[in-house]
């Protein structure tokens, strides 16, 4: 599986974004795919995941401000960021796991990583 991630860009605070991950292969509709983040000087964190059926497990942090979503047919995954706060800020990865869950780890496939900078 290839993953191509993309919609980063600047923010203000309280300003929403939209990112997109392309995937290539033919078990996309298979895969558990999930969203992680890493900030400067910080260790990658989880964000999001989801399901191929739609189950979707979060951060508890970001719950209410974050909102993953796929479409099977594209082979893509989206993530809806509203609210956006400068702590925010981080080069954000796509992912994939050989498996249906949702899962907070264990995945097997990375995308490049798209920059968000929400700025205050």
């Known amino acids: 599986v290839q993953l191509q991630a993309s919609g980063g860009g600047l923010v203000q605070a309280g300003g929403s974004l939209r990112l997109s991950c392309a995937a290539s292969g033919s078990t996309f509709s298979r895969n558990a795919m999930g969203w992680f983040r890493q900030a400067p000087g910080k260790e990658r964190e989880f964000v999001a995941a989801i399901s191929w059926s739609g189950s979707t497990s979060y951060a508890d942090s970001l719950k209410g401000r974050f909102t993953i979503s796929r479409d099977n047919a594209k082979a893509t995954i989206y993530l809806q960021m509203n609210s956006l706060k400068p702590e925010d800020t981080a ?25 968000v900078t929400v700025s205050s």
Do not use: E, F, I, N
């Open 91 to 115: 080069v954000y990865y796509c992912a994939a796991r050989v498996g249906s869950y949702p899962s907070k780890s264990g995945y097997d496939y990375w995308g490049q990583g798209t920059l």
